[in-house]
């Protein structure tokens, strides 16, 4: 599958983060600040060396999200951005050169073999992930590699509602994204719809609990399709 995932995000580096704001109204942007918020909050306000890893980093926006946030609360935070799509990569190259932002440093990686060293990071996150990988336990042991003991993951991620209103909400306007997407880039806007239909939040919890990591929760995001899994390396 991660041939066919690094060629549809190939194929929509330069349109995803207009199409992704149209398709969601917007919304996807408060996810990610939810994220950002998550990633800088910590008990400890004297962090003289917090290291965040935004795997699956595509176009940037977490990464951006997360320095703003950080700057805004008066925290010092080095971000590393990884993604095995270099154009995805290139996009958020230029995204922080635009704004003058100079603490994320954005490499190609693949989250399935991350190439930074075990117990990095204080906070690993990552938005979009998972629906894309074949094989969710690789990347939950890559996770629990690089994380620091007592670091914190946070996922963003979108699944098929558990609440019956937006099922069939979201399972009607799905037919509006495969339409109008199909104009844009037919494998790609068929592959979205399918893999938020197909994940399945509560295995993914369960591999994570399995994986040892505690403190695990789900928080449902506003329309009840996107939802933020957090945990805590033991
Ligand atoms: C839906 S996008 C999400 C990008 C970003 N996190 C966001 O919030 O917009 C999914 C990203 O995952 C990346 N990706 C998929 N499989 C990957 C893998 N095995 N290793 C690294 N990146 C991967 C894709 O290249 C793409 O940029």
Not at 108 to 115: G, H, K, P, R, S
Not at 188 to 211: C, H, N, P, Q, V
Not at 215 to 233: A, R
Request: aromatic share 12%; proline share 1%.
């Amino acid at each position: 599958m991660s041939q066919k995932i690094h060629n549809i995000f190939t194929s929509i580096a330069d349109v995803y983060d207009f199409w992704g704001h149209v398709f969601s109204f917007g919304i996807d942007g408060l996810w990610r600040l939810e994220v950002a918020k998550e990633a800088v909050s910590s008990d400890n306000d004297n962090l003289s060396d917090y290291r965040i890893l935004d795997v699956a980093t595509g176009t940037g926006s977490i990464a951006i999200d997360i320095s703003r946030k950080a700057k805004a609360a008066n925290k010092h935070v080095e971000i590393v951005g990884v993604d095995f799509n270099a154009d995805m990569v290139n996009v958020a190259e230029n995204k922080i050169k635009k704004k003058k932002i100079n603490n994320i440093c954005f490499k190609v990686e693949d989250a399935m073999d991350l190439i930074e060293p075990g117990c990095a990071f204080d906070v690993v996150t990552a938005g979009f992930l998972l629906r894309n990988v074949d094989d969710v336990e690789t990347f939950s042991d890559e996770l629990k590699r690089v994380l620091k003991k007592g670091g914190k993951f946070i996922i963003l991620e979108m699944g098929r509602p558990e609440n019956n209103f937006f099922n069939i909400f979201f399972k009607i306007y799905f037919i509006f994204i495969r339409l109008i997407g199909s104009l844009i880039d037919k494998k790609a806007y068929e592959w979205l719809t399918y893999s938020i239909l197909a994940f399945d939040r509560k295995k993914m919890l369960k591999i994570l609990g399995e994986k040892g990591f505690k403190d695990l929760k789900i928080k449902n995001l506003p329309f009840h399709i996107g939802f933020i899994i957090t945990g805590i390396k033991n």
